[in-house]
């Protein structure tokens, strides 16, 4: 007996009410920001460049550990929330090596470059090797544990890495000092961009160009992308998984270093817990971005770093600083409830 079909029983079903009001509530929201950015803009266009600009710099030192995290990520899967207090031990380590150097803010400026330079390498190589051994130690011997295992792990590492700065320099802060020239790079129209701001960019924007040329040109980087997409064929495929992974941690603890000491630089002071909350910012941004996706996390970086300056730098209608943290983490929720993919990030079903 033949059934007959109705059109109506085809069409698609309606959606609900509820799907339009987030998106009309995230438009409302972002106008309501448009507008307020627009406005402090008006009244004061050289102070808010000067603003951004500080912004700017923020991210691209959150951008460094961002980085990290997403690279970890795509591997594994694993967040390695111990990764912020590497980033801490090479703002530690940096500001040890300048004193070794004996850079100080009467150094010329080869001996200024030279004790910069070295700080940088020390600070890389000694965070990518520390990353290679936590990783050997920690997380290699659960790999194929529930996920719940690895992840206590890490919070447990990030402990005895803040336990182990402790015991070197002591529980008060740290400080770094001022070695970097005075004065302003440029002025115009009173927009001052200033010697510590250029700094971080001269190593940040050449450290993000030759991650990107490794991971996407050469044969250690295919390799990084065939174990992140599939671990087993991988290793059907003749790729040493173990090794990929280990250099993965290698690369991460590199630019944990390198924005170890762009922010002992930038910031002057360090504390032993400095890591963890600066840790979790870089873990929003890489969230924002779409973890394990590499211009994601800079594109997160650079937006919790606009965040964080207009919040606490804008005068008109702010919120203030009290509440940077509120914002971020309130956009980490926000973001893992309606695109846990992120911005640039793509949603793909959660394997077995």
């Known amino acids: 007996m033949a059934t007959t079909v109705h059109p109506e029983a085809l069409a698609k079903?309606?959606?609900?009410?509820?799907?339009?009001v987030m998106p009309v509530l995230a438009a409302i929201l972002v106008g309501l920001l448009v507008f307020w950015l627009i406005v402090n803009f008006v009244k004061g266009p050289a102070?808010?460049?000067?603003?951004?600009?500080i912004g700017?710099?923020?991210?691209?030192?959150?951008?460094?550990v961002a980085l990290g995290y997403t690279l970890v990520y795509g591997i594994l899967e694993l967040i390695n929330f111990a990764h912020g207090d590497v980033?801490?031990?090479?703002?530690?380590?940096?500001?040890?090596?300048?004193?070794?150097f004996g850079v100080t803010a009467k150094s010329s400026n080869g001996a200024l470059a030279v004790g910069i330079v070295g700080s940088l390498l020390v600070a890389m190589a000694a965070c990518g090797f520390l990353n290679v051994a936590i990783e050997r130690i920690a997380y290699r011997p659960l790999r194929?544990?529930?996920?719940?295992?690895?992840?206590?792990?890490?919070?447990g590492m990030s402990f005895i890495l803040q336990d182990v700065a402790i015991a070197w320099k002591g529980p008060g802060y740290i400080s770094v000092p001022e070695v970097l020239p005075t004065g302003d790079v440029f002025s115009v129209g009173g927009?001052?961009?200033?010697?510590?701001?250029l700094i971080v960019f001269v190593i940040t924007v050449p450290v993000l160009l030759a991650l990107m040329w490794l991971v996407q040109k050469t044969r250690q980087g295919k390799a990084m992308r065939a174990t992140a997409q599939d671990r087993d064929a991988a290793a059907m495929m003749g790729i040493d998984v173990n090794r990929t992974i280990s250099f993965t941690f290698l690369i991460a603890g590199a630019l944990a270093g390198a924005g170890g000491l762009l922010y002992a630089l930038y910031f002057?002071?360090?504390h032993y817990d400095t890591g963890f909350t600066l840790g979790l910012i870089a873990f929003t941004a890489a969230v924002l971005g779409g973890i394990g996706n590499l211009p994601g996390a800079v594109l997160g970086a650079l937006v919790i770093g606009f965040i964080q300056a207009f919040n606490e730098g804008?005068?008109?209608?702010?919120?203030?600083?009290?509440?940077t943290q509120s914002i971020v983490f309130s956009i980490l929720i926000l973001i893992l409830v309606f695109r846990p993919e992120g911005l640039l990030g793509e949603r793909t079903p959660e394997g077995n």
């Open 56 to 64: 700017l710099t923020n991210g691209a030192v959150y951008a460094l």
């Open 314 to 323: 804008l005068t008109w209608h702010s919120p203030g600083s009290d509440w």
């Open 47 to 53: 102070y808010f460049t000067n603003i951004a600009f």
């Open 144 to 155: 194929g544990a529930p996920r719940l295992a690895p992840l206590i792990t890490a919070i």
């Open 191 to 197: 927009v001052t961009y200033t010697w510590e701001k």
């Open 268 to 270: 002057g002071q360090v």
């Open 13 to 20: 079903p309606a959606r609900p009410l509820g799907a339009y």
């Open 87 to 100: 980033f801490m031990l090479g703002a530690l380590f940096s500001a040890s090596m300048l004193s070794v």
